[in-house]
């Protein structure tokens, strides 16, 4: 028996080719159409999820913050870390305080360029201020000692140690008279740690 070879029908061949390609048009035509769709359709865009009074009392509110709020916390930031340097050294009973806050407030004036100087120059251990005045403590040290001997605060041996201290100024000659004064007050007896009172640095806690 004979084999026969069955061959397309041209119009067939060419009918498939032409039904893809009206297929993809089509599509996207459609594509096309619902693209101009969304952009003619007209929506509104909201920038907050507030809306009215709402919003006028929300913007209202932050105006005040921005304007008084804020400025007033900055300029207190920055005090207390200007004045860092002068606390720094009263704290450390710094012989030269009175300098560091002159410094500090100079640093004002020049932009703030001369802080890093006073804060360094507080943590600085003046020997040379010793060596020339016969103690590396302020005046207010002393005076702040005397207080904690009349209330009961100091121990014996730190009282030891400020008179000794004052005891070498006066035989300098360098005692002022408010350092005199307190040279004279812990001279008395009775400025002395309270009985039961340890007597170690740091006296009463």
């Known amino acids: 028996m004979p ?29 096309l159409a619902m693209l101009l769709t969304l952009l003619g359709t007209p929506f509104t865009a909201r920038a907050s999820f507030l809306a009215g009074e ?25 005090w207390m870390v200007h004045v860092l340097p002068e606390k720094i050294a009263e704290k450390r009973h710094h012989p030269q305080q009175t300098a560091i806050k002159t410094l500090c407030l100079l640093s004002l004036v020049f932009g ?16 040379g201020y ?10 207010n040290y002393f005076k702040e000692a005397a207080e904690k001997a009349q209330e009961g605060k100091l121990s014996q041996t730190e009282l030891a140690v400020v008179r000794e201290e004052l005891d070498e100024l006066a035989a300098r000659g360098l005692l002022t008279p408010e350092l005199r004064a307190v040279r004279d007050r812990l001279a008395v007896p009775g400025a002395a740690a309270q009985p039961g009172q340890p007597d170690q640095p740091g006296g009463a806690v």
Do not use: N, Q
């Not at 804020?70 to 300029?75: E, G, S």
């Not at 010793?130 to 005046?139: F, I, R, S, V």
């Open 130 to 139: 010793k060596l020339a005045y016969g103690t590396d403590k302020h005046e």
């Open 3 to 31: 084999l026969t070879v069955l061959r397309p029908r041209r119009g067939a061949a060419r009918a498939a080719p032409l039904s893809c390609a009206c297929g993809r048009r089509g599509r996207g035509r459609i594509c």
């Open 112 to 127: 703030g360029m001369l802080w890093p100087i006073a804060w360094l120059w507080a943590y600085t251990k003046p020997i």
């Open 54 to 78: 709402a919003l006028d009392k929300a913007a209202d509110v932050l105006a005040v913050v921005v304007l008084l709020i804020v400025p007033v916390a900055v300029i207190g930031l920055f």
